[in-house]
Each structure stands twice: as C-alpha cells, then as structure tokens.
C-alpha cells in the first residue's frame, strides 16, 4: 500500500488524465468536491446521493458514552440549524448541477439508493456519509459489489485523533471488519489532516496505473508501507508556538 501527503483534491483529479464512465458519491452535503469531481474528472455519469434530511439523521447507541456529545457537535456543524442548512445545501447542489446532463442527483438513504444499480457498475465509488461504526459497515456491505473490477473505492475521514474521536469513530474499525470478510486490496492513504483511503477488488488495474502515475508525475513522493498498519492509523497533536500541528501516526505514538 501507498502513501502519500496529496489531498483529497489532488488524488482525484489523477483520474482526470483519461477517460471515467461512471462515478458516484455518496454524502454530498454542499457539492463542492462533487463539482470539483465534475469538472476535473468529468465523468461520463455523475451520481450525487444524500438525503438533505436531518431528521432521518440516526445517531447510533446515542446514550452511549462515547457518543454523548455527538449530537451536538453534528448540529454545530451544521450552523445550529441543521434542518435549514441542509435545505439550502440540496438547493444549491440542484443549482450547480442543473445545466449538466452526466450529473442524476438522488435524494435517498445512501443504503437505500444501492439497489437502483446493478453489481459491477461504478469506476469510483465516494463514501463520505455517516462516520458512525455501524452506517460505515452498512454502507460498504451495500456499495462495494457495485465497483467494477479493477475500480476505486474511497473512504473519506479515514483517520482518528483526539480532535475528531467524538464525531469520527467509525471509517477504520468498520473497514477492517469487512476486509476480513471481502477480497479487499489497499492502494492508497493521503497522510493529510482528513485523510482519504483508496482500495479496490483487484491489485491492478489501469485505473490504480493512472491514480499512483498522476500522482508521481505531478511530483508528490509515494512510500510504500505494509497493509497491516491500516488498523492504527491515527494522529497525533502535536504543541507548538501558536497553537499545535497534527502529524500521521501509526501505532500507539503520542
């Protein structure tokens, strides 16, 4: 597996240098990295699926310790006005995507939404919904048999620290629970503050080619790390003059 410090943006407009039929994300909230997406990348079909609807939000085991807080960091996010953010969030997804026909915006239950395609569909799956153990699990078990062989799957938010344990603790635990039961072969982690972590159905294809050679060619250094460490992924605060730095951690290191 490699790594890399590229964000999020920088690992996706790799796969800008040649042709993509079909893309899908799933958690668009606003749409910029969508638009980003449709305008770098231009695929063929454009999928866009969240359901803007904050009060089908489900916060799982809510009265458990570690996510007694969570419901109120989520509405912080969301301006302390969650139902109307997120109204206007759909609007202005609809208005930046109104005039390209490649783009289908589907307000749905992410799980939900799975079954409008057949298996073996997507080059690029985006997963970047809810953080929580369970939803990621379900998420992955609904998705990732719609990825063609050889295609990209990412996992937003593929990170822990301190920071972020009461909002995000679930894309690690629930991607090493299923990769014990699917054929899962890691390709990439951006070492960056919200990291993105790609993965596929196959060890090779030329889509990975065009990811890890986009990437070299625009001068970003690669380092080759064993899949094994994925688990202990993390980071780790660290106190300087002005305020603190997160830097990539694997292991128990502080």
Request: hydrophobic letters at 40%.
């Amino acid at each position: 597996m490699l790594i890399t410090f590229a964000d999020r943006y920088e690992m996706i407009a790799t796969l800008g240098n040649g042709p993509l039929d079909t893309m899908v994300e799933l958690g668009v909230y606003k749409g910029e990295f969508a638009d980003f997406c449709s305008q770098k990348i231009t695929p063929n079909r454009h999928y866009l699926i969240d359901f803007w609807d904050y009060d089908r939000y489900e916060f799982v085991l809510k009265d458990a310790p570690q996510n007694l807080e969570r419901q109120a960091i989520f509405e912080s996010y969301f301006d302390n006005e969650p139902r109307e953010t997120l109204s206007r969030a759909q609007l202005q997804v609809e208005a930046t995507f109104s005039n390209r026909s490649n783009t289908k915006i589907i307000k749905a239950d992410i799980a939900a939404a799975a079954v409008e395609f057949p298996d073996n569909f997507f080059d690029v799956i985006y997963l970047d919904g809810n953080h929580t153990y369970e939803f990621v699990l379900r998420d992955l078990y609904t998705w990732y048999p719609k990825l063609k062989s050889g295609g990209l799957f990412v996992c937003n938010d593929y990170f822990e620290s301190s920071f972020a344990a009461k909002q995000n603790i679930g894309v690690i635990p629930a991607f090493q629970t299923f990769s014990q039961r699917f054929e899962v072969h890691p390709i990439m982690l951006s070492m960056t503050e919200w990291s993105d972590f790609y993965f596929s159905n196959q060890p090779h294809s030329p889509l990975i080619s065009r990811l890890i050679e986009g990437l070299i060619n625009t001068g970003q250094n690669l380092l080759e790390i064993p899949s094994d460490f994925l688990g202990s992924y993390h980071h780790s605060a660290v106190k300087i003059t002005g305020g603190q730095i997160l830097l990539p951690v694997f292991g128990k290191g502080k």
